[in-house]
């Protein structure tokens, strides 16, 4: 003859119900209070974060810079070149402002750093990318490669870029380029893009939020 459950169990099984009920709750309104915080953000962020992808580059010290190189860093990438008349230099002054925002938490402040990508080897010398950078942050850093390493690293990011022949016989020549400004976080991972920069108060406000949303 089979034994009923004691009334022992029987409680024991509806506390471990109640339980599991109240953690899926409040994993459900914890994730709905997580994705509030990244509305109306002017970046688009990606709540799985993707690692980024191994690369071989060099810094304006020209030293390698690769993929580990953004560990330990909230790190603003965005693609341009040093002979660039409008997009880059506007850009970069918002970078800078940015910065200059996170002066209330001096911890974030010291690991953020713009990393200037050129898309322009041919001219953008380590170099001459220092003193560029070094213009609008001591802090900001200029990196280039080869033809082959800058395809790359801005196929991962997906940036699109383009050089146009000389003109009349000149040297000098433009490069269509994407305006993106893509945060990489400290492990490494590709957190969110900004595309275009051009309120640095909005922009400062949103990458608080994306540093904050991801536990910074």
Request: charged share 20%; hydrophobic share 40%.
């Amino acid at each position: 003859m089979r034994r009923r459950p004691s009334r022992t169990l029987a409680f024991k099984l509806v506390v471990i119900l109640v339980a599991g009920l109240l953690f899926y709750i409040g994993y459900y309104l914890g994730q709905v209070y997580r994705e509030d915080q990244l509305k109306g953000l002017s970046a688009t962020v990606f709540q799985r974060p993707h690692p980024v992808q191994p690369f071989d580059l060099v810094d304006q010290n020209d030293k390698p810079f690769t993929a580990d190189s953004l560990k330990d860093h909230w790190n603003l990438l965005f693609f341009g070149y040093t002979h660039c008349p409008d997009v880059c230099p506007a850009t970069l002054t918002v970078l800078a402002q940015v910065y200059n925002r996170l002066a209330e938490r001096p911890e974030l402040q010291k690991l953020t750093r713009a990393v200037f990508i050129s898309v322009d080897p041919a001219r953008d010398t380590p170099e001459r990318l220092k003193k560029f950078v070094g213009y609008f942050n001591p802090s900001f850093l200029g990196v280039t490669g080869n033809d082959e390493q800058i395809k790359k690293i801005a196929g991962q990011f997906g940036i699109f870029y383009e050089r146009h022949a000389p003109v009349d016989g000149s040297k000098d020549y433009a490069v269509d380029h994407s305006a993106a400004v893509i945060v990489v976080g400290p492990k490494g991972r590709t957190l969110a893009v900004f595309n275009g920069a051009s309120d640095p108060v909005r922009v400062a406000h949103d990458f608080l939020k994306i540093v904050d949303f991801f536990g910074g």
